[in-house]
């Protein structure tokens, strides 16, 4: 999966009231399915006391990972149009819970729907869209002295880093997809294969 792809750029939160019960959109960016579960589990807890927390996340995987709950609103009524807003909008790596305090008076399978999918698409607007290219992760360790070399291409290449300078030198690199076999090649040629080079 090396294409761009859609997702937010950061948190997003959204918060109106319809008809006495008060919605709050929570969206946030995720790498990975058990990061989506956490955030979810992070803000059910946080909004315990809530009527419904409601979860829907799209994670990039092979194959793309696709998950709601109507975390007890009437069947239809709450998940599925959660996610039918990521889905329209073409977002991925994205988990959004919509949290809701209950007012008093039933809105209906109809005005939950809308209701649901008004606070994703709020709160997405709130984190706004961005386009991002896969990433790719690995861990180089070297002495010292080819630390300078290594910090020389990481830097060359414009790749994330960090640096960790302790008995060995460790850095903990990010990289482009599409540049990642080629950062590491350069890095091995470099130090002659004295690299340690760990995906992950």
């Given amino acids: 999966m090396t294409e761009p792809y859609r997702t937010v750029a950061g948190r997003g939160r959204a918060e109106f009231a319809v008809r006495g019960s008060e919605f709050i959109g929570h969206v946030a960016p995720v790498q990975s399915v058990e990061a989506a579960e956490s955030v979810c589990e992070q803000i059910s807890a946080e909004y315990d006391d809530a009527t419904h927390n409601v979860p829907a996340y799209r994670v990039r995987a092979d194959p793309l990972r696709e998950w709601a709950s109507d975390a007890g609103e009437p069947a239809g009524s709450a998940g599925k149009p959660a996610l039918n807003v990521l889905q329209q909008e073409g977002v991925e790596n994205v988990v959004a819970v919509v949290t809701r ?5 039933n809105l209906g399978v109809g005005g939950l729907a809308r209701a649901y999918s008004r606070a994703v698409k709020d709160g997405l607007d709130d984190a706004s869209i ?3 290219e896969p990433h790719d992760s ?8 080819d630390s300078g070399t290594v910090r020389g291409i990481l830097e060359s290449a414009d790749a994330d880093f960090e640096a960790d300078y302790a008995s060995a030198v460790e850095f903990v690199v990010r990289v482009p997809e599409s540049e990642s076999a080629r950062v590491r090649d350069r890095i091995w040629s470099a130090t002659s294969g004295r690299a340690s080079v760990d995906r992950g």
């Fill in 101 to 105: 305090y209950y007012g008093g008076t």
């Fill in 130 to 132: 961005v386009t991002r």
């Fill in 138 to 145: 690995f861990t180089v360790t070297v002495e010292y002295d």
